[in-house]
C-alpha cells in the first residue's frame, strides 16, 4: 500500500472505532485552504474535529507525537473555517486518534484552542 492508501485504511479504521464508542460522523476530508480534517463528528452536543494519525511500527514514535503545535493549528485554522462554513454553533473539541497496526487509540481532546495560541 502507499501513503494515501495506509491514511484512507487508518481512517475508515477510525470511523469504525469513533462509530463505536457512540460518535456520528458528519463529514470526512473537510478541506479549505487553510488545511483538511480528517474526520468531523458528533459526540452528543460536542462537534469533534479529529485528527487520524497512523505508525505500521515504533520506528518513528507514537502517532500522537506527530499531532504537534504546527499542525494543531492548522486543525484549529480549518475548524473555525468548517464553524464559519456551516453556521455550526455546537460546542467544538479537539480529538486524536491513533491508529499502530490493530492497536486504535481514542485521545479525547487532545489539545484546545487554547494550547495553540502564540503568547501575546
Same mark, same amino acid.
Given at each position: 500500500m502507499n501513503k494515501a492508501q495506509v491514511g484512507a485504511a487508518a481512517e475508515s479504521a477510525a470511523c469504525r472505532r469513533l462509530r463505536e464508542e457512540g460518535y456520528r460522523i458528519v463529514a470526512r476530508n473537510w478541506r479549505t485552504r487553510?488545511?483538511?480534517i480528517d474526520i468531523v463528528a458528533? +459526540?452528543?452536543d460536542v462537534?469533534?474535529?479529529?485528527?487520524?494519525k497512523s505508525r505500521s511500527g515504533p520506528g518513528f514514535g507514537g502517532p500522537e507525537g506527530a499531532?504537534?503545535?504546527p499542525k494543531q493549528r492548522r486543525i484549529v485554522a480549518a475548524a473555525?473555517?468548517?464553524l464559519a462554513a456551516t453556521g455550526c454553533e455546537l460546542a467544538a473539541r479537539f480529538d486524536v486518534v491513533a491508529v499502530e497496526d +490493530?492497536?486504535?487509540r481514542v485521545l479525547r481532546d487532545a489539545f484546545r484552542v487554547d494550547?495553540?495560541?502564540t503568547p501575546a
Open positions: 487553510l488545511g483538511e458528533r +459526540d452528543g462537534l469533534v474535529f479529529v485528527e487520524v499531532v504537534d503545535r473555525g473555517a468548517f +490493530d492497536d486504535i494550547d495553540v495560541r
